[in-house]
């Protein structure tokens, strides 16, 4: 008969065995388990992938005769998330500035420019990632439920560590050890002696330089102007105005004008208008030369220079002969804010027939101004300065303006030239002719 220490420690031995069975049993099935969940989630981040794949953003179409421009600046970084229809980046023509918007929400993943990069339409620009759809709402776990249950419809986590690791009690063998090997270092850097040249001459003040490149704009301005003395036969006549009646008729209006059209009443309107009469009476003046043909036009286009902060332009106020003093005030007025908010679009500076430089606003007392082809002449007004002038055989002090007149001389002819530039006098020293015209 065996002995009772004999029966307990056999029973105790196949306990353990049928223990250790369970055990791996368990570690198996978690493992596949675990197989399983992950390659559903592999499975739902291809296709979550494959909706939401990165689009290559083009730099967009500009206008028929621009094909390239200036990368001026970027408004958003890698990284950064956008809006649909959101600036990303502002290219620089030469003449405008044109925004490159997201097309759709999303993130931007690559910039595949730098920032003043000559880029041309069709280049890719930068690439965008389509932002993700909203993820479902997780069923909440119910508090009243046993921590064990909560834990059930979780993700299964890994499989244990394996059978050799729980031999080893469950922590995994060390390496061997590096020798830490402490490398003393000089705590302060050796100062390195520079000895300056000796025979350094010594210059008072700064000499420094600053580089800066010319924009796109400037760059087409200087083009067009060059372009204009080297094609032009150019030729300047001048006449003084006696601005009395203008500026009283101003006086006394200017305040009525505001209060009732919300436009401030200035020297601008007066002088388009004449400067319409008198294009209709000398046409050569608002012709331009097309190849070997001489083009008159039936209409007044002026252009306005405007002064901004990137260079000169010249908005086109259309059909100006039949505009009158408020009329053209409030188109100048509108074209000079865009021009200063830098919302000019091409067709604001497209075409004109005539131009009009105010340099008076500036100071300037006298000027040769340069013709914008293909136009034929250009008028440029200039600071009313009081001046000693004969009136009625008297010396009166009157406010005088001198107005030049540059013009083409394949076109114009001195006598056509100062006619032209006799008849704006006579319509602004006297404007009650300009409604009999």
């Known amino acids: 008969m065996l002995s009772k220490r004999v029966i307990a420690a056999a029973r105790s031995r196949a ?31 291809f296709h979550s992938s494959h909706l939401l794949q990165a689009e290559t953003i083009k730099v967009p179409q500009m206008a028929e005769s621009i094909s390239e421009g200036t990368l001026r600046s970027w408004s958003k970084q890698v990284g950064d998330s956008v809006e649909a229809d959101e600036e990303v980046a502002t290219i620089e023509t030469d003449k405008i500035d044109v925004s490159v918007n997201a097309p759709k929400s999303g993130k931007i993943v690559e910039l595949l420019a730098k920032e003043d ?38 993700t299964p986590e890994p499989p244990t560590p394996s059978s050799a690791d729980k031999q080893s009690g469950g922590i995994p ?24 040249p000796s025979t350094a001459p010594k210059v008072p003040g700064n000499r420094g330089e600053t580089r800066v490149k010319m924009n796109r704009m400037r760059l087409h301005i200087a083009e067009r102007l060059k372009e204009s003395q080297n094609a032009a036969a150019s030729l300047t006549t001048f006449n003084e105005i006696d601005m009395s009646s203008l500026m009283e008729m101003r006086k006394k209006y200017k305040d009525e004008v505001l209060k009732e059209h919300d436009v401030k009443l200035g020297f601008m309107s007066a002088f388009a208008r ?33 002064a901004t902060p990137k260079g000169l332009v010249t908005p086109v106020v259309r059909n100006a002969e039949g505009m009158g003093f408020v009329d053209i005030e409030k188109e100048i007025a509108a074209l000079g804010t865009k021009a200063r908010d830098g ?64 013009y083409d001389h394949r076109l114009l002819d001195g006598r056509e030239a100062v006619t032209f530039l006799v008849k704006v006098r006579d319509y602004i020293e006297d404007p009650r002719k300009m409604l009999l015209a």
């Open 343 to 406: 919302k000019l679009t091409l067709e604001d500076m497209a075409g004109g027939t005539f131009t009009i430089s105010n340099g008076g606003v500036f100071g300037s007392l006298y000027g040769t101004p340069i013709i914008n082809l293909p136009q034929s002449a250009v008028l440029g007004m200039h600071a009313i300065k009081d001046k000693p002038v004969v009136v009625n055989g008297q010396i009166v002090i009157r406010p005088i303006m001198v107005v030049a007149l540059t």
């Open 15 to 45: 306990f353990l065995s049928s223990r250790n069975t369970q055990c791996r049993d368990t570690a198996v099935s978690l493992s596949k388990g675990w197989k399983v969940a992950d390659s559903h989630m592999r499975r739902a981040q």
């Open 274 to 306: 004449a400067c319409a009469l008198a294009l209709k009476e000398i046409p050569a003046a608002n012709a331009s030369i097309e190849g070997d043909e001489i083009v008159y036009h039936d209409y007044v286009d002026l252009s306005v220079a405007v």
């Open 117 to 154: 990069d000559t880029v041309s339409v069709g280049q890719d620009l930068f690439i965008i990632e389509p932002a993700s759809p909203a993820p479902q709402e997780q069923k909440k776990v119910n508090p009243e439920e046993p921590k064990d249950q909560q834990l059930d419809k979780t």
């Open 173 to 196: 063998p060390e390496g061997p050890k590096e020798s830490k090997k402490e490398v003393k270092q000089d705590s302060k850097p050796k100062e390195v002696k520079s000895k300056a």
